[in-house]
């Protein structure tokens, strides 16, 4: 029954993905913002009498130091204690939207996307020099086979690709007997 609520609630909403029939991920906050963060919750079999499997271990909240991320959890299960015996999961993730900023608020802004920012805040920014293209190595021998068809200028002589026209009326059609 829960589970046909959830898919129904979040049909069409990215943060939101189910694993399994038992086991779904929800992100907290816009994929860019350096204070989002992954909840994933697994049901047991005797769910909702027992308390649903709460974790933070994705590779999305490596950014998250440990002493936030259970900081959160244990937020989390308070909420659990309150609802146990009901369904849960909706009300879990809407809990942690709501409360998200309360749950990050310790939370260092330095991620892996304004760590490069800061390291660049030393130095003055130039813009990248253009690397040179590398012309294609050729042989000795590619390169008289060259100069051999070229003119001084590097070039093809003019009509190097015509078709001789003599040959092609010697190739005509038999009818021309």
Known sequence: ??????????????????????????????????KAFL????WPETYPQTAPVISMDA?????????IKQSILDKLMVEVEA?????????????????????????PVNTV????NSISIGTPEVPPSKKKEKKEQL??????????KTDNKGELPRGWNWVDVIKLSKTGSKDDE
Request: charged letters at 25%; a negative charge.
């Open 113 to 116: 996307t304004s760590v490069s």
């Open 139 to 148: 042989s000795k021998t590619q390169k008289r086979k060259l100069a051999d």
């Open 59 to 67: 590779f999305f909240n490596n950014t998250i130091s440990s002493a």
């Open 39 to 42: 909840i994933e919750v697994s």
């Open 1 to 34: 029954m829960e589970l046909e609520a959830l898919r129904s609630i979040y049909e069409g909403d990215v943060c939101f993905r189910e694993l399994s029939p038992v086991s779904f991920q929800y992100r907290i906050g816009e994929s860019g913002d350096p």
């Open 83 to 107: 609802n146990l015996g009901t369904a849960m999961t909706y009300t879990l993730f809407e809990y942690a939207k709501d409360n998200k900023e309360v749950f990050m608020e310790n939370q």
